[in-house]
């Protein structure tokens, strides 16, 4: 099933799995409300003192019934409302810390959890998501994991100190796959929602708990008063019978909370499992991780206090069992992987000794790129301050040689290189309908590209990419363009509005590119997400301003370049509250005409400098959305329309996005054959779209 479903019918599954817990979470406050009302009733009747007769008439009064339901609805919608508000504002972030995670920083992370940063970043690369941010949970010793994160790109993958010392790297690697199905599948999202919607179900044992706790107060009023009444006594023992009353109810709701999870979570489990070994196509990988979890002296046990109501989210039980669990049995799970399971698990398993670790991942490596460069490279000093010396004027054009942009652009107009989808004698609507079925759905293949890829990326740049000032630095230097006017005007502008370090870390870096493979360009880049999404907001509203800023000196970038700052700045900006996630909207797609015209003219033209090639490709994909359009002419084709057009199609529903991906896709597969460009624009425009197209490997 997970082999079968493309990335648009999960997300047609995810839906109505929420309206499943829409459902079930109605059904639940209807029964809590009328349990309840039924308490109510009891306290009334007793109030009137008339026996079983008065109890019936409480319970069936109406008036009774409609204060009882509308205070309780208020309180439960939204109590749960007010959770799901506080999920969205922390996102995944907000989870992993509430579990006692700790962000792993790769400058002081010891060797164990920088295996796990690069598994997480090969699984990104790979799947075509933001590389997410990185939590371990240092005080839990058993192995388990969990995903959270509302859409795919603001995501976060977590794991326990137990995954980080019992699982060697093929485990590890398993069991991120497994998470990074959840976030592919949308399966992320729904489990915050659950945890919002299941909060007010569970929260009326502290409502009950504070009506207990002040029933005291009146019995003590009553001792301290003369009045020979009882009345005192009489409202305290009630308040603490209501509270009572309301415990139990709760757990009633806990109950109920326990049945929705089971009911939404353990097939996804297996799905997960599922499309981790097509992932990696090692399936003992996350089979040997789930037997290690069975061993005795670890387990899957969370002793957070959270864990509770986020049990559905972790990779293992994180404590329930039987009917409770939200996971499927574990020997179950095994089986479904590695039939010749024999339901036997380890008795005992030994931490991994990090050294044994470090060897068994280093061995066997052929020589990386970085190996290659000249020496002088591997270990460039930094530049931390001052102006680059020269960089204006006229030997701008001098100093600043050697663009990045030109390495990216060289030689797409030939044969396709090794990796680009091969479409030989394949319809443009075949090879469509093929990278559609492709989105979400990585394979081992895109897994082995990632890991050579990031094998390859020396390693200075890596380190850049890992702190504030280079990952920066790194973005600026990529906007450089490769013509000398507009590059020199870029670099006026860039002396004059950029911090002195930045100037020449930037220089440094812009030095450098020419060194690195086209194919390495849009790695780099997204290893400085992470880094950028750490800085703070001011900073990073300044950094946007700058890189802005010389986009507009330079007359725009190449449409390539634009398209992964667009991307870039599109998430950095929703995680900096800069703008708000799009609604999806239904729309008609003739009222979108314009931004889908303006969008796939730039299509056309990224796929061929001749105007007639270029025509033939924009008519392809204007004719499968039922469009009948003109190409834009070249000098139309601005970055701002550009811009503007791709945050409007962002915005419409799940199944227009679908169709307008289909219609680019056709358009750059019209000659027959995808160039390397044409691919990373594939990928970047789809990952915009919150559609993870996986690299082609």
Same mark, same amino acid.
């Given at each position: 099933?997970?082999?079968?479903?493309?990335?648009?019918?999960?997300?047609?599954?995810?839906?109505?799995?929420?309206?499943?817990?829409?459902?079930?979470?109605?059904?639940?406050?209807?029964?809590?409300?009328?349990?309840?009302?039924?308490?109510?009733?009891?306290?009334?009747?007793?109030?009137?003192?008339?026996?079983?007769?008065?109890?019936?008439?409480?319970?069936?009064?109406?008036?009774?019934?409609?204060?009882?339901?509308?205070?309780?609805?208020?309180?439960?919608?939204?109590?749960?409302?007010?959770?799901?508000?506080?999920?969205?504002?922390?996102?995944?972030?907000?989870?992993?810390?509430?579990?006692?995670? @700790?962000?792993?920083?790769?400058?002081?992370?010891?060797?164990?959890?920088?295996?796990?940063?690069?598994?997480?970043?090969?699984?990104?690369?790979?799947?075509?998501?933001?590389?997410?941010?990185?939590?371990?949970?240092?005080?839990?010793?058993?192995?388990?994991?969990?995903?959270?994160?509302?859409?795919?790109?603001?995501?976060?993958?977590?794991?326990?100190?137990?995954?980080?010392?019992?699982?060697?790297?093929?485990?590890?690697?398993?069991?991120?796959?497994?998470?990074?199905?959840?976030?592919?599948?949308?399966?992320?999202?729904?489990?915050?929602?659950?945890?919002?919607?299941?909060?007010?179900?569970?929260?009326?044992?502290?409502?009950?708990?504070?009506?207990?706790?002040?029933?005291?107060?009146?019995?003590?009023?009553?001792?301290?008063?003369?009045?020979?009444?009882?009345?005192?006594?009489?409202?305290?023992?009630?308040?603490?019978?209501?509270?009572?009353?309301?415990?139990?109810?709760?757990?009633?709701?806990?109950?109920?909370?326990?049945?929705?999870?089971?009911?939404?979570?353990?097939?996804?489990?297996?799905?997960?499992?599922?499309?981790?070994?097509?992932?990696?196509?090692?399936?003992?990988?996350?089979?040997?991780?789930?037997?290690?979890?069975?061993?005795?002296?670890?387990?899957?046990?969370?002793?957070?206090?959270?864990?509770?109501?986020?049990?559905?989210?972790?990779?293992?039980?994180?404590?329930?069992?039987?009917?409770?669990?939200?996971?499927?049995?574990?020997?179950?799970?095994?089986?479904?992987?590695?039939?010749?399971?024999?339901?036997?698990?380890?008795?005992?398993?030994?931490?991994?000794?990090?050294?044994?670790?470090?060897?068994?991942?280093?061995?066997?490596?052929?020589?990386?790129?970085?190996?290659?460069?000249?020496?002088?490279?591997?270990?460039?000093?930094?530049?931390?301050?001052?102006?680059?010396?020269?960089?204006?004027?006229?030997?701008?054009?001098?100093?600043?040689?050697?663009?990045?942009?030109?390495?990216?652009?060289?030689?797409?107009?030939?044969?396709?290189?090794?990796?680009?989808?091969?479409?030989?004698?394949?319809?443009?609507?075949?090879?469509?309908?093929?990278?559609?079925?492709?989105?979400?759905?990585?394979?081992?293949?895109?897994?082995?590209?990632?890991?050579?890829?990031?094998?390859?990326?020396?390693?200075?740049?890596?380190?850049?990419?890992?702190?504030?000032?280079?990952?920066?630095?790194?973005?600026?230097?990529?906007?450089?363009?490769?013509?000398?006017?507009?590059?020199?005007?870029?670099?006026?502008?860039?002396? @004059?509005?950029?911090?002195?370090?930045?100037?020449?870390? @930037?220089?440094?870096?812009?030095?450098?590119?020419?060194?690195?493979?086209?194919?390495?360009?849009?790695?780099?880049?997204?290893?400085?997400?992470?880094?950028?999404?750490?800085?703070?907001?001011?900073?990073?509203?300044?950094?946007?301003?700058?890189?802005?800023?010389?986009?507009?000196?330079?007359?725009?970038?190449?449409?390539?370049?634009?398209?992964?700052?667009?991307?870039?700045?599109?998430?950095?900006?929703?995680?900096?509250?800069?703008?708000?996630?799009?609604?999806?909207?239904?729309?008609?797609?003739?009222?979108?005409?314009?931004?889908?015209?303006?969008?796939?003219?730039?299509?056309?033209?990224?796929?061929?400098?001749?105007?007639?090639?270029?025509?033939?490709?924009?008519?392809?994909?204007?004719?499968?959305?039922?469009?009948?359009?003109?190409?834009?002419?070249?000098?139309?084709?601005?970055?701002?329309?550009?811009?503007?057009?791709?945050?409007?199609?962002?915005?419409?529903?799940?199944?227009?996005?679908?169709?307008? *991906?289909?219609?680019?896709?056709?358009?750059?597969?019209?000659?027959?054959?995808?160039?390397?460009?044409?691919?990373? *624009?594939?990928?970047?425009?789809?990952?915009?779209?919150?559609?993870?197209?996986?690299?082609?490997?």
């Amino acid at each position: 099933m997970a082999a079968t479903m493309n990335f648009f019918e999960h997300q047609k599954q995810a839906k109505t799995r929420t309206s499943l817990l829409v459902f079930l979470y109605i059904a639940a406050m209807i029964a809590t409300i009328l349990a309840v009302h039924s308490v109510v009733a009891g306290f009334a009747a007793g109030a009137g003192g008339e026996g079983m007769s008065d109890y019936r008439e409480a319970w069936f009064n109406p008036q009774l019934l409609l204060i009882d339901s509308i205070i309780l609805f208020l309180v439960i919608g939204g109590v749960s409302l007010g959770k799901i508000i506080q999920l969205k504002q922390g996102g995944g972030d907000g989870v992993a810390l509430s579990l006692g995670g @700790t962000r792993i920083n790769k400058g002081n992370a010891d060797f164990a959890e920088r295996r796990l940063l690069n598994i997480v970043e090969e699984m990104a690369l790979a799947s075509g998501v933001r590389i997410p941010n990185v939590y371990v949970l240092r005080e839990e010793p058993s192995i388990n994991a969990f995903a959270a994160g509302f859409t795919p790109n603001s995501s976060v993958v977590a794991v326990t100190r137990g995954a980080l010392d019992y699982l060697n790297r093929e485990e590890l690697q398993g069991v991120i796959a497994h998470e990074f199905s959840h976030i592919l599948h949308q399966d992320t999202a729904l489990n915050l929602k659950l945890i919002g919607f299941l909060f007010g179900l569970e929260f009326m044992v502290l409502i009950g708990l504070f009506f207990f706790r002040i029933g005291p107060a009146f019995l003590g009023g009553e001792r301290r008063s003369s009045d020979k009444d009882n009345s005192g006594a009489s409202i305290g023992l009630a308040l603490m019978g209501f509270g009572v009353a309301l415990m139990v109810i709760g757990l009633i709701g806990q109950l109920f909370s326990n049945l929705i999870r089971m009911a939404i979570s353990r097939q996804r489990e297996f799905l997960a499992d599922a499309s981790a070994v097509q992932f990696t196509r090692n399936p003992m990988g996350i089979a040997s991780a789930l037997k290690k979890i069975g061993c005795p002296n670890i387990g899957s046990k969370i002793h957070n206090s959270g864990s509770a109501e986020a049990s559905h989210m972790f990779f293992g039980s994180v404590g329930f069992s039987g009917l409770f669990n939200s996971h499927p049995d574990l020997s179950e799970r095994i089986r479904r992987i590695d039939p010749s399971f024999d339901g036997t698990y380890p008795k005992e398993v030994a931490k991994l000794d990090p050294m044994t670790l470090q060897k068994e991942d280093t061995d066997g490596k052929k020589p990386t790129f970085a190996d290659r460069l000249p020496e002088q490279l591997k270990n460039l000093p930094d530049v931390t301050a001052g102006r680059v010396p020269g960089a204006a004027g006229t030997a701008a054009g001098t100093i600043l040689a050697g663009s990045i942009l030109p390495e990216m652009t060289a030689g797409f107009s030939a044969a396709p290189p090794s990796g680009a989808p091969a479409i030989e004698g394949a319809s443009p609507e075949a090879v469509a309908e093929t990278l559609l079925d492709g989105i979400g759905q990585p394979a081992a293949k895109s897994l082995r590209y990632a890991e050579s890829l990031l094998e390859a990326i020396p390693g200075y740049w890596r380190s850049c990419a890992a702190e504030p000032l280079g990952a920066e630095a790194i973005v600026c230097a990529l906007f450089l363009s490769e013509d000398d006017q507009r590059r020199q005007r870029q670099w006026d502008y860039f002396i @004059t509005h950029a911090p002195a370090a930045l100037q020449a870390k @930037t220089h440094q870096l812009y030095q450098l590119t020419a060194q690195i493979p086209s194919t390495m360009v849009i790695p780099i880049v997204e290893l400085t997400y992470p880094t950028l999404k750490s800085i703070g907001r001011r900073e990073y509203l300044s950094f946007r301003q700058l890189a802005d800023g010389m986009i507009r000196a330079g007359g725009g970038i190449h449409p390539l370049g634009f398209m992964v700052y667009a991307a870039l700045v599109r998430d950095l900006d929703h995680a900096f509250g800069v703008s708000r996630r799009v609604h999806r909207y239904s729309h008609m797609v003739h009222a979108l005409r314009e931004p889908f015209v303006t969008l796939m003219s730039h299509f056309a033209y990224a796929g061929s400098d001749d105007i007639d090639e270029a025509r033939r490709a924009f008519s392809l994909g204007c004719r499968a959305v039922g469009i009948n359009a003109e190409l834009l002419r070249a000098e139309e084709c601005t970055h701002a329309n550009l811009m503007k057009s791709i945050q409007i199609l962002d915005e419409t529903t799940d199944e227009l996005r679908r169709r307008f *991906l289909d219609a680019f896709f056709r358009c750059i597969a019209a000659d027959g054959y995808i160039t390397e460009r044409e691919g990373e *624009l594939i990928r970047i425009v789809s990952a915009y779209f919150e559609c993870p197209m996986p690299s082609f490997g």
